[in-house]
């Protein structure tokens, strides 16, 4: 993206939407220009005084609302992730393995270029919200909007006026799309291998230990403190996955079935290191800075998203014909009742992925993953409503770990949004007392 553009674009609207956003802003040109706030600075210091007296109030008013909405947010595309999640899980097995129709790459490609309906269909979700304003507007709008916050992905910074390097812009999207659609490419494979070879339990229990490699993967590449209650946390999690998986035993005594079922654990296992690693280069690479709306943060998760799903659609068809003519998967598309079933999964997995990469954006990795693993135990629900199969002490025992895990983690988080609320008010009462004794030396000279 040219940096003349976006020079055109930030003199011709505001770039910074919210309230939250432009108290950031405001707060940084402050803070960046103290030789224009000399020159306009008033003669009468009590005036000053009243009139910054009342930012840190409003500043911190506004962290609270922005935070509230922010909750709100994530626990409905928490609530929506869970339930997408146990539907696409229970559907990817009951159409391999009782429909018969095995593909596993191409149920993965389709899955993922599903993806690409996310950002029209949050567009047409904002222009039915805004049915008054004329097309044209909404569009410029929303164009600005995902520039502007591209610009922000790019710097890790609110304020991109103040950038002198020159944007890549559509190269980094393009860059970063690539990277992320590949390390999710190759993740989302080994689910669909595995999802022939073991149960469903199994499955999503595995799959969902990504939250460890998350953890693991964000010390060094989110710069993420090493804490003991959030280390804790994980390893309840992971042992309530351990417990849910294997607990019970088996009463199979197909030889050939528990070697299938190791292999695709071990398989699903690699998947979860991957899916981990894709997590965190999405909130590394991808998500706007703290301090940017959480509407802006949604906006973008599901552009992204989008922008995963067409580079999927684009590049990653080739394999399709390769393993058709080598005989390792017969193409064979999806007809009646096996096709709505496909259908129907693959809107699953578009819902909980969008879901999910807004859940990374407003929260962290970390939380989101073990967030997940709540469809452990409701996927194990939903297996003894289907199949008839009682729950076993183990996995009740498991979820019950999981669950605790989650709260653990949950109040974590949220501990360290509140000490980072009070080190931001601490900031602006300190630049409040400042700019009072620089008006207050004024009076007196």
Known sequence: MPTASLQREHSAAPLLSDQ??????????????????????????TRRSSMRSRSPALA????????????????????????????QTELSAYIQQDLGWNKAYCMMYFTHSSWS???PFQLLIIRLRKPDVPWPVVWRRHEQLLRSTLSMVELQDLDISKSHRRLTGWTYLVRTTSTLTVALTVAGLTWYIAVNMTTPADLTAIYNCSAFFAYAFSVPLLKEKLRLDK?????????????????????STDTEGQSNRFLGNMLIGGGSVLYGLYEVLYKRLACPPEGVSPGR???FANTIGSCIGLFTMLVLWFPLPI??????ETFEFPTGYTGLCVMASVASNAIFSGSFLVLISLTSPVLSSVASLLTIFIVAVVDWMLTG???????????????????????????????????????VDDEDEEEELLSTSDSEA
């Open 20 to 45: 939250n956003d432009r108290l950031h802003a405001d707060r940084h040109i402050t803070n960046s220009h103290p030789a224009r706030n000399s020159l306009s600075r008033p003669q009468f210091g």
């Open 60 to 87: 911190s008013s506004a962290r609270r609302e922005s935070a509230r909405t922010k909750y709100m947010y994530a626990t409905f595309f928490l609530v929506l992730s869970l339930v997408s999640f146990t539907i």
């Open 117 to 119: 309906l996310l950002w």
């Open 231 to 251: 280390s804790v946390a994980v390893m309840i999690a992971i042992a309530g996955v351990l417990i849910v998986a294997y607990g019970g035993g088996t009463s």
């Open 297 to 299: 943060g949604v906006i």
């Open 323 to 328: 393993l058709h003519l080598t005989g390792l």
């Open 389 to 427: 199969t009682p729950l076993g002490s183990s996995s009740i025992f498991g979820g019950v770990l999981i669950v605790i895990a989650f709260g653990m983690l949950s109040w974590s988080t949220w501990r360290e949004m509140q000490e980072q609320e009070l080190l931001a008010d601490q900031d």
